[in-house]
Structures are given as structure tokens and as C-alpha cells.
């Protein structure tokens, strides 16, 4: 009996061992829940806190509780919504110009280059975003602007008498930036698209006689739409949002919905700027449900069966 | 006019001429000259990298040859693309288009030719019965087993009746019995139809269950071809023994020449082999192969000299036991191991590694390669 009830030792460090064990799997299974906690606190509370916000009531230099649509109504009944809107015409603009330029590239790649190089030339795509941002998009003014390397060379080629000044400072000019700017992401996009496309389909293309652009709509198109559509999103909102391309490339009314917000935070019109970002989000959400509604955006994660 | 129609129907289906392939350095044929009648069940058998598949897809215009000729139906079509030819492709695996049904995979070409839906429908569905697909008509190809998606793209192909099917290593990604229930089934298929397939496989096994004829190839060259029953008899060529049937293969130089036989010294015994035809001379180096199962395995008796021409001394290294036959490894004196295979169980008093035995078969079992 005795031995039976009595705590040896071994069964003390036993005990002990067994608890430390139970922590380690309890600990375990926590430290799987720290992202979301992290994604809670630094994300999800500051983006509910951004619609709270926007509807506060604007002070001197801060805001103060309250439910005012002051701040929607100054941005709806202004040239804002205009501006925001125009910017939204201009970024899916460039959209379709990336596409245009991109998708190609990404299907070439696919098609034409070795299998074992095909990563090294995606990587190739990354080198610009080891510049800075500003820099990148600053170093387009000398080529752009009324003197720049543009007008100069079509000048001395005898191409145009005077410099076209639309160029920079101007819509053109930021939509020059974002298809500069966003190019690779559309490539990257096109590239993972691709590969939901079987191995040999181009070449039983080739032995059915499907046409080139028979082959686009039918075959490659469908394919790939759920990864294109992601790319195309990520553009769009980046085209909308990034402020520092209007900001150094455009000019009046050359503006997004993130200069907007910028100017707003600038003028001390906090509850304005959260208004703008909430006005964003509202547009990324609904871009978003309608495009998991065509496409099953959760395809684009599972690309082969 | 009538001439030509004549001619026409007299070609065979396909005529190789001649034909290179080069990419950069490299030869991956190297003029080859073939011919396939038309209704023949042809393999082209050979291992990885020899150029079988690069030959199958030249016919198939999928490539456009260095040099040569390709006649499909007694008509040079070297350069036309694949549509235009009387050839259609069933490919490795994956060449399915994964966003649409079945049927839409095989009425697809059908579409694409111009013919209207409801009647490509119809007769991409007739041609879905006649590979085994009825029912299968509204699944997507990622819900469909390997042998399955296979079979879509035989429908595919099929269904456009072009005369010349070729199949590329069709049956590589299935499982082992799955493969062999297919293989049966593109036989009979390719009975029922009627049409001249070309198939291209490295198994040897795969290539005996369908073919009428087999082509060997190998490092660019086609090596040998022949009705498949003769390859595995009596292949001519030194690298189709190696290839085809389990043979033992020895070397050895020319002691005699008499008649239609010469005598090959192998190993310091005189072995006697019928010439076949081929041109030997006193001295030269040439091979010999026998396959496994026609070596009889006995122990040596009393006197240690063979002697009869027809069989060779070794010392018993081990038994390698497969089931339904039984693997017997003797080492020859010069080194070289050679296999006798029996039905397991056939003989049950084993030598024991080391003893010294005497491997001995018919006289024609043995044959002589130059090349």
C-alpha cells in the first residue's frame, strides 16, 4: 500500500517531465495563433478603426468621437469624387496596358525559354524593385519632362516639330509610371497563371489546328483568368492607392484616391483621409467579390490537379 | 489521273526517306529509313533519349526534319504542319484541356474544323462508347484516373478520323496492371478500328502485347525492325539482343569458318554458331547472345572438357529466385556472369556457390552478331 501512494522520486521527475510536456504542447499549439494575433492588432483592428474614424467629427488638429457623414459628404459632393473617379478610369487604363505588355512576356517565357531558365528570367523581373521606389519614378521626369530624353531624341529624328508636353504632369504621365511600375507583377501573375496549363496542350493545339487566337479565348485565357485577375487587381489598387507616382508624375487633376488621402492628412483633415481609405477599401472588396464570383479566386492556389 | 489513284492506294501510310534531325550537335537522327503499311500496328521500341519519340513526332509534323523526306501515303508532307497531315497524336500524359468536360475535350477539334456542335457532339459521343467512356461525358479530366484521361485523348484523336494514329509513350504514367489491361485494349481497339498506329514505348514487354512490328531505336539509328515475334528470336543486330528477351551476351573471336557455321572462342572454349548469313573472317571479334531460359544448367561431371560445341564451363555463383522462374548465375573463366533461368522449383538439388557446372543448349539457340 504504502509504496503504492507514496511519491518516489522518479515519479516526482516524472511527473515534472509529463507537465513540462503539456506546456510544450499547449505553448505549441498557441504560438500557431501569434500571426493571427498579429494580423488582428496590427491589421484588421487598425482597418476597422479607419471606418470608426471616418465617421468622427474633424478639430483643429486631431478628432473627436461622434457619427457626422461630414466627411463622406465633403468627399462626394466635390471634385474629389470626380478626381477619384477619373483615377480609377486611369488605373484600370493601365490595367489593360500591363496586360497587354505583360501577359505576352509571361507566355513566352512559359513557352519559349528552357524549363531550367525560366525562374532565373522571372527573378530578372524583381532587379528593379532594388531601387528605390522614389528614385525609379523620380528618374522618369528627365526622360518625360518637355526636354527630356523623349522629346529630345524625337525631335533630332525629325518625328515631331515641337515637344509634347503631355507626357509628364498629366495622366499620361502617372499611367507611364504604374505600367513602369507594375509591369513584373502582371509577368509573375501570367507566369503562375501558366502553369494551370498542361504540358503538351500547345502541342495538341498544333495537331487540332486551333488558330492562335482560337487558342487565346479557348484555351489559354480561360486557363489562366483566375491568376491574370489577381494580378490585375493588385495593380488597380496599387494604381488608386500609391500616391508617390501623381504625386511626382502628375498634376492638377492628376490625381489618385491615395493623393487624395495624402492631401487630406496634410490639411489636417484626418477623419477626410479615413473616409478616402474606407471609400477604397469598400471599391477593393467588391472588385474582389466579383471576381471570386467568375473565376474562383481560390483556384489560383491550386493551380494543377 | 487513274494512275495516281492507284498509286495512292498502293503507298504505304508512312515512308520515312532518309531522314535527320539535328539540334545544334547534337544528331538525334541520323538517316533513317523506314517504311509502315498501312492498318499495321507498328512500335517503335528503344530506350530513353535514343530518338524514338523525336522520329514520331517528325511524322507528326511536330518537327520539320534536318534532312529527308516524310511520305504519308505516298505524298511528301515534310513540311506541312500536323493539321494538314493524316496524323493525329496521343501524348504522355497531361494534354488534356482541364477547364472543359469530356466531351467537350473530344468534340473540341471537331468544333475547331468547322463541323456544328450538335453533329461534333453526336460523333464525339459515339466515339466516347467506342473507347469506354459512355457516361463519362459531363466529368472535368482532374476527376477522371490516368487510364481514363488516356482514353479521352484516344476520343480526341480518334474522332477526327485521320488514319494515322501516333502514341507517344501513352501508357508511361499508368501503374504496372493498369498498363497491361490497356496495352490488350489498344490492341483490339486498334483491330476494331482499323487504322495505322504507331506507338512509341521503351517497354519491351508493352511493345510485345501490341504490336505487328517492331522498330528498334537507338542513339538515333534505327537498328533493326522486323515482325515482333522474329526481334525476339532472332534478332540480327548485337544492341537488340541486349535490349529485347533476357539474353546472355558473350564476346569472343572467330577460330573457324566452315559453311553456313563458324566456331567463336569464348573464354578458351570453342562454341559453334550458325552464321546467318553474315560475312566472318579468321580472328575477328564478334558477339554471341542466347536468351537465359534456353540454358540448361547441369553440374560437371568427370571430365572437365565441354567440347561438344554447345556448351560452356562455369563455377555456380548463386540463384536468384522471381516467383515463376529462377535466375541461376554462373561466372565464367574469363569473368563474364552468365543467367540460366528455369521454372522455379524445376530443379531442387541447388549446386553450391563455387561448384563447377556446365551450362549447355540446342545448337540453334545460339546466335552470332557481326554488328
Redesign the interface.
Known amino acids: 500500500m504504502a509504496s503504492l501512494t507514496t511519491n518516489s522520486p522518479g515519479g516526482a521527475a516524472r511527473s515534472a517531465g509529463e507537465t513540462s510536456a503539456v506546456w510544450r504542447e499547449r505553448v505549441g499549439r498557441w504560438i500557431f495563433y501569434l500571426p493571427l494575433a498579429f494580423m488582428v492588432v496590427f491589421f484588421a483592428v487598425p482597418m476597422a478603426l479607419t471606418v470608426v474614424f471616418s465617421f468622427f467629427e474633424r478639430t483643429m488638429f486631431w478628432m473627436e468621437p461622434a457619427f457626422t457623414l461630414f466627411s463622406y459628404n465633403n468627399f462626394f459632393f466635390s471634385a474629389r469624387l470626380e478626381n477619384f473617379l477619373t483615377s480609377m478610369k486611369y488605373s484600370a487604363l493601365a490595367v489593360v496596358i500591363c496586360f497587354i505588355f505583360g501577359f505576352p512576356i509571361a507566355v513566352f517565357i512559359r513557352r519559349s525559354i528552357p524549363q531550367v531558365a525560366q525562374h532565373r528570367v522571372i527573378l530578372l523581373f524583381i532587379l528593379p524593385f532594388m531601387v528605390s521606389e522614389i528614385i525609379r519614378v523620380f528618374a522618369l521626369r528627365p526622360v518625360l519632362q518637355r526636354n527630356g530624353l523623349v522629346n529630345t531624341t524625337l525631335m533630332d529624328w525629325g518625328l515631331i516639330d515641337e515637344p509634347i508636353t503631355s507626357l509628364l504632369y498629366t495622366h499620361t504621365g502617372v499611367v507611364i509610371g504604374e505600367v513602369l511600375s507594375f509591369l513584373p507583377f502582371i509577368v509573375f501573375a501570367g507566369f503562375l497563371a501558366m502553369e494551370a496549363v498542361p504540358k503538351f496542350i500547345f502541342e495538341v493545339c498544333d495537331d487540332l489546328g486551333v488558330g492562335h487566337r482560337r487558342r487565346f479565348t479557348d484555351v489559354i485565357l480561360p486557363l489562366a483568368a483566375p491568376g491574370i485577375f489577381a494580378g490585375a487587381v493588385f495593380i488597380f489598387v496599387n494604381g488608386l492607392g500609391v500616391a508617390l507616382l501623381p504625386n511626382i508624375l502628375g498634376g492638377p487633376g492628376a490625381v489618385n484616391a491615395g493623393l487624395i488621402a495624402t492631401q487630406a492628412i496634410t490639411a489636417l483633415d484626418f477623419p477626410l483621409a479615413m473616409a478616402v481609405s474606407a471609400i477604397m477599401m469598400a471599391t477593393l472588396m467588391g472588385l474582389l467579390y466579383i471576381g471570386h464570383r467568375l473565376f474562383d479566386l481560390t483556384k489560383i492556389l491550386t493551380p494543377l490537379n | 489521273m487513274s494512275e495516281t489513284t492507284i498509286a495512292t492506294d498502293k503507298a504505304p501510310a508512312v515512308e520515312v526517306k532518309n531522314l535527320s534531325k539535328h539540334y545544334g550537335p547534337v544528331k538525334a537522327l541520323r538517316n533513317v529509313d523506314l517504311t509502315i503499311a498501312a492498318g499495321e500496328y507498328f512500335v517503335l521500341l528503344g530506350p530513353s533519349g535514343g530518338g524514338k519519340t523525336t522520329l514520331l513526332r517528325t511524322i507528326?509534323?511536330?518537327h520539320k526534319p534536318t534532312e529527308g523526306q516524310v511520305l504519308l501515303h505516298g505524298r511528301d508532307m515534310s513540311h506541312l504542319?500536323?493539321?494538314?497531315r493524316p496524323t493525329?497524336?496521343v501524348?504522355?500524359a497531361?494534354?488534356?484541356?482541364?477547364?472543359m468536360t469530356v466531351l467537350q475535350n473530344v468534340s473540341?477539334?471537331l468544333k475547331?474544323?468547322g463541323i456544328d456542335r450538335k453533329q461534333a457532339e453526336e460523333k464525339a459521343a459515339a466515339m466516347m462508347d467506342v473507347v469506354g467512356l459512355s457516361g463519362f461525358a459531363e466529368r472535368k479530366?482532374?476527376e477522371l484516373s490516368g487510364g481514363q484521361q488516356q482514353r479521352v485523348q484516344l476520343a480526341?484523336?480518334l474522332v477526327?478520323d485521320r488514319d494515322i494514329l501516333l502514341l507517344d509513350e501513352p501508357l508511361a504514367a499508368l501503374d504496372a496492371q493498369l498498363r497491361k489491361d490497356m496495352c490488350l485494349e489498344l490492341k483490339h481497339l486498334q483491330e476494331k478500328v482499323g487504322i495505322t498506329f504507331i506507338h512509341v514505348t521503351h517497354n519491351q514487354e508493352e511493345a510485345m502485347t501490341v504490336a505487328d512490328r517492331i522498330a528498334l531505336v537507338a542513339d538515333g539509328n534505327l537498328v533493326e525492325h522486323g515482325k515482333a515475334r522474329d526481334i525476339y528470336r532472332a534478332p540480327v543486330k548485337k544492341f537488340t539482343a541486349s535490349f529485347v528477351g533476357e539474353n546472355n551476351m558473350l564476346s569472343g573471336r572467330v577460330s573457324d569458318v566452315n559453311g553456313v557455321s563458324c566456331t567463336v572462342d569464348v573464354a578458351g572454349s570453342q562454341l559453334v554458331v550458325q552464321k546467318r548469313g553474315q560475312q566472318v573472317a579468321h580472328g575477328q571479334p564478334v558477339d554471341l547472345s542466347i536468351r537465359s531460359e534456353l540454358v540448361q544448367l547441369s553440374r560437371a561431371n568427370g571430365s572437365n572438357n565441354a567440347g561438344d560445341g554447345h556448351s560452356i564451363l562455369g563455377s555456380y555463383d548463386e540463384a536468384v529466385y522471381l516467383g515463376l522462374t529462377t535466375s541461376h548465375l554462373v561466372r565464367l573463366p574469363n569473368g563474364v556472369e552468365m543467367t540460366s533461368r528455369t521454372i522455379s522449383d524445376a530443379v531442387d538439388d541447388l549446386p553450391t556457390p563455387g561448384d563447377p557446372v556446365r551450362l549447355h543448349w540446342q545448337p540453334e539457340a545460339i546466335r552470332l552478331h557481326t554488328s
Open positions: 507528326g509534323g511536330f504542319p500536323p493539321d494538314k493525329t497524336m501524348f504522355q497531361y494534354a488534356l484541356f482541364p477547364h473540341y477539334g475547331v474544323a479530366p482532374h480526341r484523336a477526327l
